[in-house]
């Protein structure tokens, strides 16, 4: 634009002021380019779902509503898909055509590991992904890795990107209904164990330690300055998307 009075005279462009034979200066915008990564758990504990759908389902609808989001905002995004290794890299990029292939990769992808290891993608993501970036991490946090090991690189990826956990739990998994004496099997290494369920010792110790591992995460996203929410299946997790969107 032209001149005004006031006007940082390093602003002036020369070139444009030479051809019109009056004063013009740069007009700069801000950038607000994001870069967006989606870090995706796809381990075998998501095969679990008491409330109308798999917590593997509710994992695939938020990622795919967070991609969306992406083309919207004009925002670059990639993602990185994991289980007890990483199952997948797609470096971020921006474009319609970019975003329909990850929404398509978000719910068709297969995972070849079962397990659960949270150290190795947010260890991959700081090593890989140069730029700060908002990394959405998407899982239900039950980690076979050991649990210092996992907070040592939460705290590491978060002092160089901007984190926000989202933890996506089924009812059912806070207590055990009382129905006698039942096998239960673990998704991710095939494991059984008989567990008297009739027992109120059984139960109770049962959901005191699912209450402190909850305790015990929020208190880790809290100190490290992480944003969190936790969905249930069945639940609308659009509403806790907005909460935490409210406050940033």
């Known amino acids: 634009r032209e001149y005004q009075y006031g006007d940082d005279v390093r602003d002036i462009d020369w070139n444009v002021t030479g051809r019109f034979h009056r004063p013009y200066v740069k007009v700069f915008e801000e ?3 994001l870069t967006v990564m989606l870090v995706i758990d796809v381990s075998g504990s998501l095969d679990f779902g008491t409330a109308g ?3 593997r389902e509710c994992v695939t609808e938020i990622a795919a509503t967070l991609a969306f989001s992406a083309i919207q905002n004009n925002d670059k995004i990639g993602v990185i898909f994991f289980s007890d290794h990483v199952e ?3 470096p971020p990029k921006k474009g319609r055509k970019h975003i329909l292939y990850i929404i398509r990769e978000i719910l068709l992808f297969s995972p070849q590991g079962r397990g659960t290891n949270l150290e190795i993608p947010l260890t991959y993501l700081s090593r890989i992904v140069k730029k700060r970036s908002t990394t959405f991490i ?3 946090f039950m980690t076979d890795g050991k649990a210092e090991s996992y907070r040592n690189a939460l705290r590491f990826a978060a002092r160089k990107h901007d984190l926000i956990a989202i933890v996506v ?3 059912r998994e806070e207590t055990l209904p009382k129905m006698g ?3 239960f099997e673990d998704p991710e290494t095939g ?3 008989w567990i008297d369920t009739h027992s109120k010792k059984v139960r109770r110790a049962y959901a005191e330690g699912f209450s402190m591992a909850q305790e015990e995460r929020r208190n880790s996203m809290k100190l490290y300055g992480i944003d969190y929410a936790e969905v249930a299946t069945g639940e609308d ?3 806790a998307l907005l909460k935490i969107f409210s406050h940033r």
């Open 237 to 239: 997790f659009v509403r």
């Open 138 to 140: 998407i899982s239900d």
């Open 31 to 33: 950038e607000r380019e």
């Open 181 to 183: 004496l039942v096998q």
């Open 88 to 90: 997948k890299y797609i």
């Open 169 to 171: 739990r089924d009812p």
């Open 53 to 55: 759908q798999l917590k």
């Open 191 to 193: 494991a059984t164990r």
